[in-house]
């Protein structure tokens, strides 16, 4: 599985954008998917997650409210929209899949494919 993620950009605080990754081959059916983000001197964070098949989603508290986690099976892909960004939004944000149980799904190291990751920048 090859995921390709896109979408990142400059926003100014209390922007929007919405962040894409593109899966190589069916893989909603199967796995969960899951965006994560590294800020500059911090370690990888879970951002967002959905289980197969566009099921059940889960946020981090530090997104929840102004961000959705969606996937499109006739795309191959996995949208994170992110609305009322803030400057400690800033990081590069990474596409994730696996087959992962539940009680594991905020963990990156549970995740088997990853994308190349895109930059989200956020001015205060």
């Known amino acids: 599985v090859q995921l390709q993620a896109s979408g990142g950009g400059f926003v100014q605080t209390g922007g929007s954008l919405r962040l894409s990754c593109r899966a190589s081959?069916?893989?909603?059916?199967?796995?969960?998917m899951a965006w994560f983000r590294q800020a500059p001197g911090k370690e990888r964070e879970f951002v967002a997650a959905?289980?197969?098949?566009?099921?059940?989603?889960y946020y981090a508290d530090s997104v929840k409210g102004r961000s959705t986690i969606s996937s499109d099976i006739t795309k191959n892909t996995v949208y994170l929209q992110m609305d009322s960004l803030k400057p400690e939004d800033t990081a590069v944000y990474y596409c994730?899949?696996?087959?992962?149980?539940?009680?594991?799904?905020?963990?990156?190291?549970?995740?088997?494919?990853w994308g190349q990751g895109t930059l989200v920048t956020v001015s205060s």
């Open positions: 081959e069916r893989t909603f059916s199967e796995y969960t």
């Open positions: 994730a899949a696996g087959r992962v149980i539940l009680t594991s799904i905020r963990r990156g190291e549970q995740y088997n494919y």
């Open positions: 959905v289980r197969r098949s566009g099921g059940s989603t």
